[in-house]
């Protein structure tokens, strides 16, 4: 049996029309010789009745500290709807569908409520379906604890969701649809001249999904990478093949080239995070950082971007939890300087490391436009950015053009 696993995001079935065209890609996979199993996500996005934001909204009205395991339970029901709706589709076209919901599906996950890993899937009820030639359709982004607790699986979570049934199912290949035409150089929203990377390596889509590329989630690539399967980030609406992400494995055999030798893959960019700036006054600095860095790791905040220099400690949290981190640094009798309206653009190419001259054409760039850089780390994948938030689609564009990203290469 040759499976394929197609995903569809939220905004490939937020409307009739739309999940009309997912039905057309659905038949395009049967007709050539696939068992197919669909993963959906929720209806839509912000604003949509169905759409993971609104169930969120419906208890943060409410009670914003709603527990995370009730939470979980809410927002399954997003995908699980979905689900059904698409179904109806597909049998008003005469198609043979079953529906089943993450625990249905046999996807085992740790208790992490509202951010859970996989552990293992069963795949045996899918595979009885598609022994009996149906189309099986899986609500994304869910699974079960051992104990039957619906937990979810991280925001934009219907990717892993696609993965780990395609892993454990051995399918030929995992397509995830979207908006988009596959992944970009850049966020086609904010770079116009955005161009389309038709194949890339598992590697530079780890690093890109990572910095904010939110087109894949970046447990679904890690997935991929581990087990080698090859997947698609491609378009529901235009034709076309998307963005082939694997190893040269599969590229040579499907035909493409897969290069790993980009300087730069892509600019990305993560908003809505806060700098905290932090002067060490006693003269144990060490142990003074260290009770800085274990109060927040024990409160669950993670920390990024993270420069210590003698007696200053600067690092990036994300807005949520700015005033969480600001009231422990107080406990320990520290005031911090915050400066909040921080985002963080990523020059990503696996290929920069040892090269001469990325660091010297970024803050050209940046300084050309008079950009100020907040802060700034490395590592020989990627170049990070600390920019105010008001000039971060600038500053994208303007790295974009500068590693001339836009031109065929
Ligand atoms: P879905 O609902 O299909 O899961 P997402 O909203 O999660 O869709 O991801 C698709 C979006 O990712 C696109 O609409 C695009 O704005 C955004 N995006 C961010 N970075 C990139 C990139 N480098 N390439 C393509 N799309 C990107
Ligand atoms: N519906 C979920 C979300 O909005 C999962 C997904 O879209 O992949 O995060
Ligand atoms: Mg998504």
Redesign the pocket.
């Known amino acids: 049996m040759r499976i394929m696993v197609q ?1 569809f ?2 905004s490939s079935v937020a409307t009739a029309t739309q999940r009309e065209r997912v039905c057309a890609r659905i038949q395009e996979a049967l007709q050539d010789g696939f068992s197919v199993v669909v993963v959906v ?2 209806m839509g ?1 912000v604003g949509d009745p169905y ?3 609104t169930l969120i909204n419906l208890t943060q009205e409410v009670y914003p500290d709603c527990p995370k395991r009730e939470l979980d339970l809410l ?1 399954s029901c ?2 699980i709807i ?1 689900s059904a709706v698409l179904a109806a589709h597909l049998l008003r076209l005469g198609y043979n569908v079953t529906v089943l919901s993450g625990r249905e599906a046999g996807i085992i996950t740790d208790n992490n409520f509202g951010d859970a890993r996989v552990l293992r899937v069963i795949p045996t009820k899918i595979l009885e379906l598609l022994k009996l030639k149906k189309i099986v359709i899986v609500a ?2 869910q699974g079960v604890t051992e104990e039957g607790e619906v937990t ?10 696609a993965c780990a049934l395609g892993i454990a199912l051995g399918a030929e290949v995992v397509d995830i649809f979207t908006d988009v035409q596959g992944i970009m150089t850049a966020d086609p929203r904010i770079v116009e001249k955005a161009r389309l990377l038709d194949q890339v390596t598992y590697y530079e889509i780890c690093h890109l999904a990572h910095q904010g590329a939110k087109v894949i ?1 970046p447990h679904a690539v890690e997935m991929a990478m581990q087990n080698n399967i090859p997947l698609r980030v491609r378009s529901t609406f235009v034709e076309g093949l998307g963005t082939l992400v694997s190893n040269g494995s599969y590229g040579a055999r499907v035909g493409v080239d897969i290069r790993s030798d980009r300087l730069i893959t892509g600019i990305t960019h993560i908003a809505q995070i806060t700098q905290l700036q932090i002067t060490i006054n006693q003269e144990d600095v060490s142990a003074a950082l260290v009770q800085i860095f274990q109060s927040l790791a024990r409160a669950g905040i993670s920390v990024d971007f993270i420069n210590i220099h003698p007696e200053v400690a600067i690092f990036t949290v994300a807005d949520t939890v700015v005033e969480k981190a600001v009231k422990i640094m107080k406990n320990l009798h520290f005031e911090p300087q915050v400066r909040p309206n921080c985002a963080k653009i990523s020059v990503v190419g696996a290929g920069m490391a040892g090269i001469p001259g990325v660091m010297a054409t970024i803050v050209e760039a940046l300084g050309r436009e008079q950009i100020p850089i907040l802060q700034s780390t490395d590592s020989h994948t990627t170049i990070w950015c600390l920019v105010d938030r008001s000039q971060m689609e600038r500053a994208v564009r303007v790295l974009h053009q500068a590693f001339q990203l836009d031109r065929e290469d």
């Open positions: 995903k995001g939220g996500s929720a996005r759409a993971t934001d927002l997003g995908e979905s994304g982004f979810t699986l991280g925001r934009g979570g219907s990717d892993t969701t989630h």
